[in-house]
Protein backbone atom coordinates (compact mmCIF):
# COMPACT_ATOMS: atom_id res chain seq x y z
CA UNK A 1 0.00 0.00 0.00
CA UNK A 2 1.25 3.44 -0.81
CA UNK A 3 2.77 5.50 2.18
CA UNK A 4 1.03 9.11 2.63
CA UNK A 5 3.25 11.55 3.31
CA UNK A 6 2.76 14.90 4.75
CA UNK A 7 5.73 17.75 4.08
CA UNK A 8 6.35 20.62 5.87
CA UNK A 9 8.79 23.31 4.71
CA UNK A 10 9.74 23.25 1.00
CA UNK A 11 12.68 25.90 1.07
CA UNK A 12 15.85 25.10 -0.56
CA UNK A 13 15.98 21.63 0.79
CA UNK A 14 12.61 20.75 1.64
CA UNK A 15 11.30 21.45 -1.90
CA UNK A 16 13.71 19.20 -3.66
CA UNK A 17 13.37 16.70 -0.84
CA UNK A 18 9.56 16.57 -0.99
CA UNK A 19 10.30 16.02 -5.01
CA UNK A 20 12.59 12.66 -4.35
CA UNK A 21 9.73 11.87 -1.99
CA UNK A 22 7.13 11.49 -4.82
CA UNK A 23 9.27 11.02 -7.56
CA UNK A 24 10.06 7.94 -5.65
CA UNK A 25 6.21 6.74 -5.20
CA UNK A 26 5.08 7.71 -1.93
CA UNK A 27 2.01 9.87 -2.05
CA UNK A 28 3.10 13.57 -0.77
CA UNK A 29 1.11 16.37 0.16
CA UNK A 30 3.41 19.05 0.46
CA UNK A 31 2.77 22.16 2.57
CA UNK A 32 4.88 25.84 2.86
CA UNK A 33 4.37 29.34 4.12
CA UNK A 34 5.24 30.57 0.83
CA UNK A 35 2.39 29.56 -2.42
CA UNK A 36 5.39 29.96 -4.73
CA UNK A 37 7.08 27.06 -3.02
CA UNK A 38 4.10 24.80 -2.77
CA UNK A 39 3.27 25.38 -7.12
CA UNK A 40 6.75 23.68 -7.14
CA UNK A 41 6.38 20.76 -5.32
CA UNK A 42 2.88 20.20 -7.15
CA UNK A 43 4.97 20.84 -10.34
CA UNK A 44 7.49 18.06 -9.08
CA UNK A 45 4.43 15.75 -8.43
CA UNK A 46 3.05 16.60 -4.83
CA UNK A 47 -0.22 17.24 -4.03
CA UNK A 48 -1.34 20.43 -2.76
CA UNK A 49 -1.54 20.92 1.05
CA UNK A 50 -3.75 24.43 1.59
CA UNK A 51 -2.38 24.02 5.50
CA UNK A 52 -0.19 21.97 8.12
CA UNK A 53 -3.53 20.25 9.25
CA UNK A 54 -4.32 19.86 5.64
CA UNK A 55 -0.97 18.39 4.79
CA UNK A 56 -1.20 15.90 7.53
CA UNK A 57 -4.70 14.37 8.32
CA UNK A 58 -4.29 12.01 6.20
CA UNK A 59 -0.26 11.31 6.35
CA UNK A 60 1.13 8.13 7.67
CA UNK A 61 4.54 10.25 8.13
CA UNK A 62 5.29 13.57 8.39
CA UNK A 63 8.46 15.11 7.24
CA UNK A 64 9.38 18.91 8.18
CA UNK A 65 12.77 20.94 7.13
CA UNK A 66 11.90 24.30 8.64
CA UNK A 67 15.13 26.88 9.44
CA UNK A 68 14.81 26.88 13.40
CA UNK A 69 13.80 25.63 16.86
CA UNK A 70 10.93 28.26 17.12
CA UNK A 71 9.52 26.98 13.60
CA UNK A 72 9.58 23.00 14.64
CA UNK A 73 7.33 23.93 18.18
CA UNK A 74 5.10 26.06 16.71
CA UNK A 75 4.40 23.83 13.60
CA UNK A 76 4.34 20.79 15.89
CA UNK A 77 2.46 21.85 19.15
CA UNK A 78 0.40 25.16 18.23
CA UNK A 79 -3.44 24.15 17.86
CA UNK A 80 -3.27 23.74 13.86
CA UNK A 81 -0.09 22.20 14.14
CA UNK A 82 1.11 18.49 13.51
CA UNK A 83 0.30 17.00 16.81
CA UNK A 84 -3.69 18.12 16.91
CA UNK A 85 -4.07 17.05 13.67
CA UNK A 86 -1.83 13.41 12.78
CA UNK A 87 -3.53 10.41 12.39
CA UNK A 88 -3.09 8.47 16.10
CA UNK A 89 0.09 6.59 15.41
CA UNK A 90 1.46 8.38 12.69
CA UNK A 91 5.66 9.03 12.52
CA UNK A 92 7.15 12.04 12.21
CA UNK A 93 10.55 12.98 10.98
CA UNK A 94 11.92 16.09 11.66
CA UNK A 95 15.31 17.21 9.50
CA UNK A 96 15.58 20.60 9.98
CA UNK A 97 19.12 21.59 11.97
CA UNK A 98 18.00 22.79 15.44
CA UNK A 99 18.46 22.91 19.14
CA UNK A 100 18.97 19.75 21.14
CA UNK A 101 16.23 21.40 23.56
CA UNK A 102 13.57 21.80 21.33
CA UNK A 103 14.22 18.61 19.40
CA UNK A 104 13.80 16.80 22.76
CA UNK A 105 10.90 18.65 24.22
CA UNK A 106 8.78 18.07 20.35
CA UNK A 107 9.93 14.81 20.52
CA UNK A 108 8.31 14.27 23.98
CA UNK A 109 5.31 16.01 23.51
CA UNK A 110 4.91 13.94 20.38
CA UNK A 111 5.88 10.51 22.00
CA UNK A 112 3.76 11.74 24.79
CA UNK A 113 0.23 11.76 22.47
CA UNK A 114 0.78 8.20 21.18
CA UNK A 115 3.05 9.24 17.95
CA UNK A 116 6.42 8.45 16.86
CA UNK A 117 8.95 10.56 16.48
CA UNK A 118 12.63 11.16 15.23
CA UNK A 119 15.21 14.11 14.65
CA UNK A 120 16.67 13.56 11.41
CA UNK A 121 18.79 16.36 10.59
CA UNK A 122 21.00 15.86 7.51
CA UNK A 123 24.93 16.99 6.27
CA UNK A 124 25.04 18.10 2.20
CA UNK A 125 23.69 20.92 0.83
CA UNK A 126 21.22 21.82 -1.91
CA UNK A 127 22.90 19.44 -4.55
CA UNK A 128 22.80 16.75 -2.43
CA UNK A 129 19.14 17.13 -1.49
CA UNK A 130 18.29 17.39 -5.12
CA UNK A 131 20.51 14.38 -6.00
CA UNK A 132 18.73 12.25 -2.93
CA UNK A 133 22.59 11.48 -1.77
CA UNK A 134 22.30 13.31 2.03
CA UNK A 135 23.61 12.12 5.01
CA UNK A 136 20.51 11.51 7.90
CA UNK A 137 21.59 11.72 11.48
CA UNK A 138 18.82 10.08 13.77
CA UNK A 139 17.58 10.12 17.04
CA UNK A 140 15.10 8.36 18.30
CA UNK A 141 13.42 4.78 19.56
CA UNK A 142 15.05 2.19 17.36
CA UNK A 143 11.60 1.12 15.99
CA UNK A 144 11.13 4.55 15.01
CA UNK A 145 14.48 4.97 12.87
CA UNK A 146 13.48 1.76 11.16
CA UNK A 147 10.09 2.99 10.54
CA UNK A 148 11.61 6.24 9.00
CA UNK A 149 14.84 4.51 7.09
CA UNK A 150 12.48 3.92 3.66
CA UNK A 151 11.72 7.13 3.57
CA UNK A 152 15.05 8.75 4.41
CA UNK A 153 16.70 6.21 1.93
CA UNK A 154 14.37 8.00 -0.75
CA UNK A 155 16.42 11.19 0.02
CA UNK A 156 19.38 10.04 1.29
CA UNK A 157 22.66 7.74 0.63
CA UNK A 158 23.73 7.41 4.00
CA UNK A 159 21.75 7.16 7.10
CA UNK A 160 23.13 6.59 10.83
CA UNK A 161 21.18 5.54 14.05
CA UNK A 162 22.63 7.97 17.00
CA UNK A 163 21.01 7.00 19.67
CA UNK A 164 17.83 8.53 21.46
CA UNK A 165 15.58 11.91 20.97
CA UNK A 166 17.62 14.92 20.56
CA UNK A 167 20.89 12.62 19.33
CA UNK A 168 20.38 13.53 15.54
CA UNK A 169 21.31 17.30 16.45
CA UNK A 170 24.34 16.58 18.74
CA UNK A 171 25.83 14.11 15.89
CA UNK A 172 25.01 17.17 13.31
CA UNK A 173 26.56 20.39 15.88
CA UNK A 174 29.20 18.37 17.30
CA UNK A 175 30.25 17.45 13.78
CA UNK A 176 29.76 20.87 12.37
CA UNK A 177 31.77 22.57 15.00
CA UNK A 178 34.69 20.03 14.45
CA UNK A 179 34.58 20.89 10.92
CA UNK A 180 34.24 24.62 11.62
CA UNK A 181 37.67 24.71 13.90
CA UNK A 182 39.50 22.34 11.50
CA UNK A 183 38.96 24.54 9.12
CA UNK A 184 39.98 27.75 10.66
CA UNK A 185 43.71 25.72 11.57
CA UNK A 186 43.66 25.02 7.89
CA UNK A 187 43.61 28.72 7.28
CA UNK A 188 45.87 29.90 9.49
CA UNK A 189 48.50 26.87 8.65
CA UNK A 190 48.29 27.44 4.75
CA UNK A 191 48.63 31.62 5.61
CA UNK A 192 51.50 30.77 8.07
CA UNK A 193 53.39 28.45 4.99
CA UNK A 194 52.76 31.22 2.33
CA UNK A 195 54.59 34.02 4.67
CA UNK A 196 57.41 32.29 5.42
CA UNK A 197 57.69 31.15 1.80
CA UNK A 198 56.07 27.96 1.16
CA UNK A 199 53.91 27.51 -2.08
CA UNK A 200 50.40 26.45 -1.12
CA UNK A 201 50.78 23.03 -3.41
CA UNK A 202 53.78 22.59 -1.98
CA UNK A 203 52.61 22.20 1.79
CA UNK A 204 49.52 20.71 0.54
CA UNK A 205 51.71 17.86 -0.84
CA UNK A 206 53.29 17.57 2.84
CA UNK A 207 50.68 17.96 4.95
CA UNK A 208 48.41 16.07 3.27
CA UNK A 209 49.99 12.75 3.75
CA UNK A 210 50.97 14.13 7.30
CA UNK A 211 49.57 14.55 10.64
CA UNK A 212 48.05 17.84 9.82
CA UNK A 213 45.74 16.25 7.13
CA UNK A 214 41.94 16.76 7.37
CA UNK A 215 38.70 16.65 5.14
CA UNK A 216 38.83 20.67 5.40
CA UNK A 217 42.82 20.31 3.81
CA UNK A 218 41.87 17.38 1.00
CA UNK A 219 38.41 17.81 0.06
CA UNK A 220 37.97 21.14 0.64
CA UNK A 221 41.41 23.06 0.66
CA UNK A 222 40.64 27.00 1.83
CA UNK A 223 43.68 27.76 -0.22
CA UNK A 224 43.36 28.36 -4.31
CA UNK A 225 45.13 25.57 -5.99
CA UNK A 226 45.49 22.19 -4.58
CA UNK A 227 41.68 20.54 -4.61
CA UNK A 228 40.27 21.84 -7.97
CA UNK A 229 36.69 21.60 -7.07
CA UNK A 230 36.95 23.80 -3.73
CA UNK A 231 35.30 26.70 -3.51
CA UNK A 232 38.35 28.64 -2.87
CA UNK A 233 38.81 28.48 -6.28
CA UNK A 234 35.60 30.48 -7.28
CA UNK A 235 36.81 33.51 -4.78
CA UNK A 236 34.49 31.30 -2.55
CA UNK A 237 30.95 31.38 -3.64
CA UNK A 238 29.37 28.60 -1.80
CA UNK A 239 29.16 25.63 -0.88
CA UNK A 240 28.27 26.00 2.63
CA UNK A 241 27.51 29.26 3.42
CA UNK A 242 29.54 31.05 6.24
CA UNK A 243 26.36 32.13 7.48
CA UNK A 244 24.91 28.41 8.50
CA UNK A 245 28.22 27.80 9.46
CA UNK A 246 27.60 30.14 12.37
CA UNK A 247 24.36 29.27 12.78
CA UNK A 248 25.29 25.41 13.50
CA UNK A 249 28.22 26.80 15.63
CA UNK A 250 25.68 29.08 18.12
CA UNK A 251 23.53 26.06 18.22
CA UNK A 252 26.62 23.81 19.29
CA UNK A 253 27.68 26.73 22.24
CA UNK A 254 24.11 26.47 23.03
CA UNK A 255 24.47 23.15 23.77
CA UNK A 256 27.86 23.22 25.48
CA UNK A 257 26.69 25.78 27.97
CA UNK A 258 23.60 23.28 28.85
CA UNK A 259 25.84 20.55 28.94
CA UNK A 260 28.79 22.53 30.70
CA UNK A 261 31.35 20.93 27.99
CA UNK A 262 34.72 23.20 28.05
CA UNK A 263 34.52 23.74 23.73
CA UNK A 264 37.08 26.74 23.80
CA UNK A 265 37.96 26.35 20.61
CA UNK A 266 34.24 25.80 19.27
CA UNK A 267 33.40 29.47 21.03
CA UNK A 268 36.13 30.87 19.20
CA UNK A 269 35.43 29.75 15.54
CA UNK A 270 31.84 31.08 16.18
CA UNK A 271 33.23 34.00 16.84
CA UNK A 272 35.20 34.27 14.00
CA UNK A 273 32.21 33.33 11.80
CA UNK A 274 30.33 36.20 13.20
CA UNK A 275 32.91 38.72 12.47
CA UNK A 276 32.20 37.22 8.56
CA UNK A 277 28.37 38.02 9.28
CA UNK A 278 29.74 41.33 11.05
CA UNK A 279 31.44 42.52 7.83
CA UNK A 280 28.87 41.56 5.71
CA UNK A 281 30.13 38.50 3.80
CA UNK A 282 28.68 35.68 5.41
CA UNK A 283 27.35 34.88 2.31
CA UNK A 284 30.45 33.30 1.36
CA UNK A 285 31.77 30.23 1.62
CA UNK A 286 32.92 28.73 5.28
CA UNK A 287 36.36 28.58 3.79
CA UNK A 288 36.32 31.96 2.89
CA UNK A 289 37.18 32.45 6.48
CA UNK A 290 40.68 32.60 4.72
CA UNK A 291 40.33 35.92 3.63
CA UNK A 292 39.24 37.06 7.36
CA UNK A 293 42.64 35.69 8.66
CA UNK A 294 44.77 37.02 5.69
CA UNK A 295 42.86 41.04 6.79
CA UNK A 296 41.21 41.03 3.11
CA UNK A 297 37.38 40.60 3.76
P1 LIG B 1 14.77 27.73 3.77
O1 LIG B 1 14.67 28.99 4.55
O2 LIG B 1 15.13 27.78 2.32
O3 LIG B 1 13.38 26.90 3.89
C1 LIG B 1 12.57 26.87 5.03
C2 LIG B 1 11.13 26.82 4.55
O4 LIG B 1 10.28 26.65 5.69
C3 LIG B 1 10.69 28.11 3.87
O5 LIG B 1 10.19 27.80 2.57
C4 LIG B 1 9.61 28.66 4.79
O6 LIG B 1 8.57 29.35 4.10
C5 LIG B 1 9.10 27.39 5.44
N1 LIG B 1 8.38 27.63 6.69
C6 LIG B 1 8.78 28.39 7.76
N2 LIG B 1 7.83 28.38 8.72
C7 LIG B 1 6.82 27.60 8.25
C8 LIG B 1 5.54 27.23 8.77
N3 LIG B 1 5.12 27.66 9.96
N4 LIG B 1 4.74 26.44 8.01
C9 LIG B 1 5.15 26.02 6.79
N5 LIG B 1 6.35 26.35 6.24
C10 LIG B 1 7.17 27.13 6.96
O7 LIG B 1 15.82 26.81 4.57
P2 LIG B 1 16.66 25.57 4.02
O8 LIG B 1 17.94 26.04 3.42
O9 LIG B 1 15.76 24.68 3.21
O10 LIG B 1 17.05 24.84 5.39
C11 LIG B 1 16.10 24.11 6.15
C12 LIG B 1 16.82 23.46 7.32
O11 LIG B 1 17.86 22.61 6.84
C13 LIG B 1 17.49 24.48 8.27
O12 LIG B 1 17.33 24.04 9.58
C14 LIG B 1 18.96 24.43 7.83
O13 LIG B 1 19.84 24.77 8.88
C15 LIG B 1 19.09 22.96 7.43
N6 LIG B 1 20.16 22.69 6.47
C16 LIG B 1 20.31 23.47 5.35
C17 LIG B 1 21.33 23.19 4.44
C18 LIG B 1 21.52 24.04 3.20
O14 LIG B 1 22.55 23.88 2.53
N7 LIG B 1 20.57 24.90 2.83
C19 LIG B 1 22.21 22.11 4.67
C20 LIG B 1 22.02 21.31 5.81
C21 LIG B 1 20.99 21.61 6.69
Redesign the pocket.
Known amino acids: MTITIGF????????PMAANLAKAGFDVTA????IG?VDRAVEAGCKRGET?AAAVKDADVVV?????GA?VK??YTDDYGVIANARPGALFID????DVESARAVSAAAVGKGFAMVDA??????A??TGGT?TFMVGGEAASFERARPVLEAMGKNIFHAGAAGNGQVA?IANNMLLGVTMIATCEAFNLAEKLGLDAQTFFDISSTASGQSWSMTSYCPAPGPVPAAPSNRDYQ?G??AG?ML??MRLAQEAAHQAKAATPLGAQAEALYALMEAAGRDDLDFSGIMKLIKGAL
Open positions: IGLGNMGGTDLSAVSMLPAHSVSSTIPVSGGVAALKPFAMKD
